[in-house]
């Protein structure tokens, strides 16, 4: 048994981490013959990638997907810990699966993602959750097999959480979501340390992939007809510090965009490690889409300083700008956190400022939320849940008059839009995204789904937009 800890997660070193080929040893690939496997997955990009990975992995032990859980011979949670709703989906989860094995004993229950790496998840879980057959963390999906090989065995609950990285893993199988849209991990980790978060902890030591393997997976994926890449890591704009004296995100994006496929996105950026390099690479490519994450978390200096963010609202604004300035047709989009348990009034009123001033594309607002083990949990929190959802409310407001800005600059343009799929909630058939990362609901046929065509749009709403097709032409754009 492995468990979680904080104290040695914490640890970062200068140490390199071997890297190895996954290979499903011979003995586990029958284990799953005739049986079935359902995962809900909670979370980030990161987290459903991983889903990716996990299926490819049970499926090729011979396990085939249910789409109902309540038929499936193993249930895997894979979770997340970024904020306490995601604590409380994933165990009010796991009090429905409960009632399930009370009458389907034989079911094999399984925590992993994020949570996993909590200690006082894990120890929740042991105490409270005995029905919960097995445990494991971000750093060694490559033990499933193994795992689920044992607990079928044992019957006994086990629990293999790395508390720390010890290797690289490279050719993961992958089953993935899109045939058309992907995401390639280049980073793992983050040394940022926050004091409101818990992904260092959780996520561990900023571990970036090789160059060639990137390219290689990327150079696949062109050839398999991909339309679109997402190359994603907690601190994606970190890439390469802890493996390459002269190779940074900027080298890597302009060597991707070399590999021809049409569509380039990255994700989650922080401002601190965010380069002019970067600005000019995205500037120079049209395959890198003029589409940027850039979360502020709050508009005062002092509560950035608190959040330990390592810059201030002066140095965002100043990275801010100069994105809108050089990169054409840019969209910005972010991330704002209220209530931290410092934020006054005046500190409050600061972000509004700045809310107004960027006129953020879209943007992502979430009340503070303690997170167990981070510096800012032990801080003293003198506001008050009520007049934390006004400033919430507030601040929304101002956010989405924004996003309605951002998207009437659209009307009457005709955009580029990659077709995602047929529309299950809309009155048009069709939707998909445009080079700005903008939904756009139309009507076409289903012919179009993806492929990148032009539309022109005629309506425009806070979160969307509507449009007519007007060429149905593959648009290499």
Same mark, same amino acid.
């Given at each position: 048994?492995?468990?979680?800890?904080?104290?040695?997660?914490?640890?970062?070193?200068?140490?390199?981490?071997?890297?190895?080929?996954?290979?499903?040893?011979?003995?586990?690939?029958?284990?799953?013959?005739?049986?079935?496997?359902?995962?809900?997955?909670?979370?980030?990009?990161?987290?459903?990638?991983?889903?990716?990975?996990?299926?490819?992995?049970?499926?090729?032990?011979?396990?085939?997907?249910?789409?109902?859980?309540?038929?499936?011979?193993?249930?895997?949670?894979?979770?997340?810990?970024?904020?306490?709703?995601?604590?409380?989906?994933?165990?009010?989860?796991?009090?429905?699966?409960?009632?399930?094995?009370?009458?389907?004993?034989?079911?094999?229950?399984?925590?992993?993602?994020?949570?996993?790496?909590?200690?006082?998840?894990?120890?929740?879980?042991?105490?409270?959750?005995?029905?919960?057959?097995?445990?494991?963390?971000?750093?060694?999906?490559?033990?499933?097999?193994?795992?689920?090989?044992?607990?079928?065995?044992?019957?006994?609950?086990?629990?293999?959480?790395?508390?720390?990285?010890?290797?690289?893993?490279?050719?993961?199988?992958?089953?993935?979501?899109?045939?058309?849209?992907?995401?390639?991990?280049?980073?793992?980790?983050?040394?940022?340390?926050?004091?409101?978060?818990?992904?260092?902890?959780?996520?561990?030591?900023?571990?970036?992939?090789?160059?060639?393997?990137?390219?290689?997976?990327?150079?696949?994926?062109?050839?398999?007809?991909?339309?679109?890449?997402?190359?994603?890591?907690?601190?994606?704009?970190?890439?390469?510090?802890?493996?390459?004296?002269?190779?940074?995100?900027?080298?890597?994006?302009?060597?991707?965009?070399?590999?021809?496929?049409?569509?380039?996105?990255?994700?989650?950026?922080?401002?601190?490690?965010?380069?002019?390099?970067?600005?000019?690479?995205?500037?120079?490519?049209?395959?890198?889409?003029?589409?940027?994450?850039?979360?502020?978390?709050?508009?005062?200096?002092?509560?950035?300083?608190?959040?330990?963010?390592?810059?201030?609202?002066?140095?965002?604004?100043?990275?801010?700008?100069?994105?809108?300035?050089?990169?054409?047709?840019?969209?910005?989009?972010?991330?704002?956190?209220?209530?931290?348990?410092?934020?006054?009034?005046?500190?409050?009123?600061?972000?509004?400022?700045?809310?107004?001033?960027?006129?953020?594309?879209?943007?992502?607002?979430?009340?503070?939320?303690?997170?167990?083990?981070?510096?800012?949990?032990?801080?003293?929190?003198?506001?008050?849940?009520?007049?934390?959802?006004?400033?919430?409310?507030?601040?929304?407001?101002? =956010?989405? +008059?924004?996003?309605?800005?951002?998207?009437?600059? !659209?009307? @009457? %343009?005709? &955009?580029?839009?990659?077709?995602?799929? #047929?529309?299950?909630?809309?009155?048009?058939?069709?939707?998909?995204?445009?080079?700005?990362?903008?939904?756009?609901?139309?009507?076409?046929?289903?012919?179009?789904?993806?492929?990148?065509? =032009?539309? +022109?749009?005629?309506?425009?709403?806070?979160?969307? !937009?509507? @449009? %007519?097709? &007007?060429?149905?032409?593959?648009?290499? #754009?």
């Amino acid at each position: 048994m492995n468990l979680p800890n904080y104290k040695e997660a914490r640890v970062r070193g200068k140490e390199s981490f071997p890297i190895e080929n996954f290979v499903l040893d011979k003995k586990y690939q029958e284990l799953g013959r005739g049986k079935t496997y359902y995962i809900k997955t909670y979370g980030c990009q990161m987290n459903e990638h991983d889903t990716e990975n996990i299926k490819a992995i049970l499926e090729s032990m011979g396990y085939v997907e249910a789409e109902d859980m309540n038929v499936s011979d193993v249930i895997l949670l894979n979770t997340c810990s970024i904020r306490e709703n995601a604590h409380n989906k994933a165990f009010g989860m796991l009090g429905r699966i409960k009632h399930l094995k009370e009458n389907r004993p034989n079911i094999l229950v399984g925590l992993c993602g994020c949570m996993a790496q909590e200690e006082g998840v894990v120890k929740k879980i042991g105490e409270d959750y005995p029905f919960v057959n097995f445990v494991f963390g971000t750093h060694n999906l490559y033990d499933l097999p193994q795992i689920l090989s044992n607990v079928s065995i044992s019957l006994k609950q086990e629990i293999e959480v790395l508390a720390k990285p010890c290797k690289m893993m490279e050719d993961f199988p992958l089953k993935r979501v899109s045939n058309k849209k992907a995401y390639v991990n280049i980073i793992y980790g983050c040394d940022k340390f926050c004091t409101y978060c818990i992904v260092p902890f959780t996520r561990g030591q900023e571990r970036s992939r090789r160059r060639e393997d990137i390219l290689k997976e990327v150079t696949a994926l062109v050839r398999d007809g991909y339309m679109e890449v997402t190359l994603l890591g907690q601190n994606v704009n970190a890439y390469g510090k802890d493996l390459y004296p002269d190779y940074s995100l900027a080298n890597l994006l302009e060597d991707v965009s070399r590999t021809g496929i049409p569509r380039i996105r990255f994700m989650t950026s922080h401002p601190w490690d965010f380069t002019d390099e970067m600005i000019d690479v995205i500037q120079k490519y049209d395959n890198i889409m003029p589409s940027i994450h850039l979360p502020v978390q709050s508009g005062s200096s002092r509560v950035l300083k608190q959040m330990g963010r390592r810059y201030t609202k002066e140095e965002y604004l100043t990275l801010f700008k100069k994105m809108r300035e050089r990169i054409p047709n840019v969209t910005i989009s972010t991330d704002i956190i209220v209530g931290f348990p410092t934020e006054t009034e005046e500190d409050f009123n600061e972000t509004l400022m700045l809310a107004k001033f960027c006129q953020f594309d879209n943007a992502f607002s979430f009340i503070f939320s303690k997170r167990e083990g981070t510096p800012a949990c032990k801080l003293e929190d003198l506001t008050t849940e009520e007049e934390k959802h006004r400033r919430l409310h507030q601040l929304n407001q101002i =956010l989405n +008059e924004g996003f309605l800005a951002s998207n009437q600059r !659209l009307l @009457g %343009k005709r &955009v580029p839009v990659l077709v995602d799929g #047929v529309n299950e909630t809309s009155k048009t058939a069709l939707f998909g995204y445009t080079d700005t990362n903008k939904l756009v609901n139309f009507d076409g046929d289903c012919s179009l789904i993806g492929k990148i065509v =032009l539309v +022109e749009i005629t309506e425009c709403k806070t979160w969307s !937009l509507d @449009g %007519k097709v &007007v060429s149905d032409i593959n648009v290499n #754009v």
